[in-house]
Nanobody
Framework: DVQLQASGGGLVQAGGSLRLSCLISGSGFSWDDYVIGWFRQAPGKEREVSSCISSSDRSTYYVDSVKGRFTISSDHAKNTVYLQMNSLTPDDTAVYYC?????????????????????WGRGTLVTVSS
């Protein structure tokens, strides 16, 4: 089993920054076996992937709307995945979730849908004021 705990959300003004953390635990977790994704769901919208990271091939993915502003990284010693978010805009306002999916599919599967992700943490709310 794998448990994820997201934190770091809050209220920030447009142009500001936040760093989200996703603490991963569980005897079933191995960095090489899982892809970790950050998803977000804005009010009235469907959940979408914003970024994901695979430690097995050191690959990362960003949705176009966050490219150049968000950076995903992992600290294996701390069992944590981070999402550094800079130049935030009101459009980034959402509940952010981290999730883990077994790394058994092609990479496209992990940033096109949330279906490969089996384990989810509780969300953390990010509110960007204008």
């Amino acid at each position: 089993d794998v448990q994820l705990q997201a934190s770091g959300g809050g209220l920030v003004q447009a142009g500001g920054s936040l760093r989200l953390s996703c603490l991963i635990s569980g005897s079933g977790f191995s960095w090489d076996d899982y892809v970790i994704g950050w998803f977000r769901q804005a009010p009235g919208k469907e959940r979408e992937v914003s970024s994901c990271i695979s430690s097995s091939d050191r690959s990362t993915y960003y949705v176009d709307s966050v490219k150049g502003r968000f950076t995903i990284s992992s600290d294996h010693a701390k069992n944590t995945v981070y999402l550094q978010m800079n130049s935030l805009t009101p459009d980034d306002t959402a509940v952010y979730y981290c999730a883990a999916g077994l790394n058994t599919l092609d990479s496209y599967s992990y940033y096109s849908t949330d279906k490969p992700y089996d384990y989810w943490g509780r969300g953390t709310l990010v509110t960007v004021s204008s």
